[in-house]
Structures are given as C-alpha cells and as structure tokens.
C-alpha cells in the first residue's frame, strides 16, 4: 500500500500540517475499528530483577545505583485485587528477566490468578524465553505477551546491546509467541541513539509482515545511570508518527498511549490517542516500589497511588473526547 520511499517522507516529516493530515487518517481508521474507547489495562511492575544488560535500560544488571525489589505472589495477587475493584480486566505483569522468577514460580503465580480471576486477561512481558516456556504460560492461563522487538535493524539492535543478545533471537521469540497462541506485542523506541529513518522504516516493514495483535511505541528517554545517559530522547512528533503509521498499516492492532510518551510530554498519551492509539496501561503496582522500575529518568505517576492514576487516566482520556473502556479489550480477531 505505501512504498518505502512514501513512508521515509511521512517518517522525516516536518510539516506541522501534514502531521496533522496523518493523525486524523489514524484516528478515522482507528474509529472505525475501536470507536472512541480507551482500552485500560492494569499495570504490575513486579520485579526489577533483570540478567540483561541493555544499554539503553535503568534496570540492567550492570547497574549497581539501582535498589532492587522483588514483589511476592501475596503482593502481586493484592495488586490485582485492588486492580479489580477499580475496575481493570486485564492485569498485565511487567519485569526484568528476573532468574528467581523461573517457570515453575511463573506459572504457579498466573495459575493462582487464574483461579481467582477466570474471566480477566492475563498479559506477560518478562522478556526473551524458550519455546517450551511460553507454551508452559500459555497452559497455565496467560493470554498475551509483551516483548517489544526493540528496533528491527540487527545491526542496530547490537548497537543498544551487549554482544549475547541479539535482532534475530528477539524476533524469533515474537514468532514464537504468535504460534503458541498468545496476543502478542511487538514494538519499538523512536529516537534510541544510532537510529535512522530506514530503521523506523524497517520496524513498520516488521510489524508489517509479523502482524502482531498490540504495538507499544515509546520514546527512548536517557537513563542517567546507564551508557546512554547524555544522548538526547527521541522526538514526541516523530513518535506520534510511528503511532499513525502503525495504525495505517495494522487497522486493528491494539496500541497504547505509553508511560514513556507521557513523561516526554505533558500531554504525549494523549496527543498518541488523537494519533490512532486506543489503549492505556495506568499503573499498579505499590507506591513503595514504583520509584525503583526506574527504565528511564522522569517517569511520570511514580507518587500515585493506583486508584489516583486510574481516575487521572480517566479524566484526561474524557477530556480528549475518548471513553475509558473497562473491558478485556481482546483484538477484534481474537475475540471472535
Ligand atoms: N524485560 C521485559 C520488559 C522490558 S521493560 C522485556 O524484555 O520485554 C519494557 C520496555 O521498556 C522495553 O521493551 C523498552 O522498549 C522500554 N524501555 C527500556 N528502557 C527505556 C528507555 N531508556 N527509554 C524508553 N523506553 C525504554
């Protein structure tokens, strides 16, 4: 539908008005699929634990500045008690690849929530495992998975990380991921050091091909205990263009409105709404250890308890013309 060359100058726009043009495409083809409803997902940082190294992240292991917390399975299942009187459907559980946390532990926790949650969703995204692993999460009651791809360009991708990781392995994964049955998330950062158009054009050519049922798309934002911490973050309006174009070419993917976008800018999840994205993930998690998932500087509701960031949420969403959606909020071919 678009050529490279189409999409490289929507990529490197900088006309205000066709920005604007784009947006409102978006928005339409989003309308069309997800009317003006805002999907809520509830968001457990549950570990910042993590064995990798990525050079662009907080919570990587080479890290020493870092406090690290590991919540237990009596916090976490608090977490989605309290999630549930507030409304959420899906409870998604974020962390580092924490090795405590191996498959025996996970499943018990997603077997416990099952149980007492049968009708809620379950999101996963605790990074890069085995085949065997995913279909063990998947049996115990996990429905969807997050793991952004990160950039599609592997030369690229080595530039953001440390030589045991690599483009290729991640994609895999994501393949996967799909196979065994999740909802699957891929994703990129926009603006991460050494990133080029092309390599945003070879993100969407991904996302194009892989069709995966959600997008997170986020600024990077430097850290400033990690390798990166003086490059500058990536651009809000090249982000809300990534956020469009995902859109365009995924009519019914599930997007988000990131954390990341809304510590860049005041009102950058909203601005991705307007953009064609149609999901929130409020947080969680205890207000205690919020401070410490620190991916980036600057985060923003690191103070709020989680019936505050539900309610702000909210509130923000109404005022932007969009209806918070307290539902499961599957992909439109998921839930069939
Ligand atoms: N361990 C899990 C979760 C990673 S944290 C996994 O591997 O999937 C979730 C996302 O935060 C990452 O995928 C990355 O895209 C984003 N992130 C990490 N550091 C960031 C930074 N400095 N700026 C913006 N986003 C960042």
């Known amino acids: 539908m678009y050529s490279d060359t189409e999409l490289l100058k929507i990529i490197t726009n900088n006309d205000p008005e066709e920005d604007e043009a784009l947006f409102a495409r978006a928005r339409s083809v989003r309308e069309a699929h997800y009317g003006a409803d805002v999907y809520f997902r509830g968001l457990i ?30 916090q976490i299942l608090e977490c989605c008690r309290l999630g549930e009187s507030l409304g ?24 416990m929530i099952r149980a007492e949650f049968p009708e809620h969703a379950i999101t996963l995204s605790i990074g890069e495992k085995t085949a065997e692993s995913y279909e063990r999460y998947f049996n115990a009651g996990a429905n969807r998975y997050l793991l952004r791809h990160e950039t599609a360009n592997e030369e690229h991708y080595a530039l953001l990380h440390p030589a045991e990781m690599s483009g290729a392995a991640r994609k895999q994964c994501l393949r996967v991921l799909k196979k065994t049955g999740f909802q699957t998330g891929a994703g990129f950062m926009v603006g991460t050091p050494g990133q080029k158009p092309e390599h945003l054009l070879e993100d969407l050519r991904f996302i194009e ?20 911490a003086n490059e500058p973050a990536g651009s809000l309006e090249q982000t809300l263009r990534m956020v469009a174009l995902t859109r365009l070419l995924l009519p019914e993917a599930l997007i988000p409105a990131t954390t990341a976008l809304g510590s860049l800018s005041n009102e950058g999840r909203e601005r991705a709404l307007r953009a064609g994205a ?6 969680l998690s205890p207000v205690n250890v919020r401070k410490l998932y620190a991916l980036y500087d600057g985060k923003i509701c690191t103070g709020d308890e989680a019936a505050e960031c539900r309610f702000c949420m909210e509130r923000r969403i109404r005022r932007f013309g ?11 071919a998921a839930a069939q």
Not at 46 to 58: A, Q
Not at 278 to 283: A, L
């Open 209 to 228: 091909e892989l069709k995966p049922e959600m997008v997170g798309i986020g600024p990077f934002i430097p850290q400033s205990d990690t390798p990166f």
């Open 88 to 111: 959420y459907k899906t409870f998604v559980l974020q962390g580092g690849e924490d090795p405590w946390w191996n498959d025996e532990r996970v499943c018990a926790l997603i077997k």
């Open 322 to 332: 969009f209806v918070p959606a307290m539902v499961r909020g599957d992909h439109i």
């Open 45 to 74: 940082e549950f570990t910042n634990y993590c064995k990798n190294d990525c050079y662009y992240c907080g919570i990587r292991r080479s890290n020493r500045k870092v406090e690290r917390y590991r919540l237990t399975e009596t």
């Open 278 to 283: 149609n999901v929130v993930m409020p947080n």
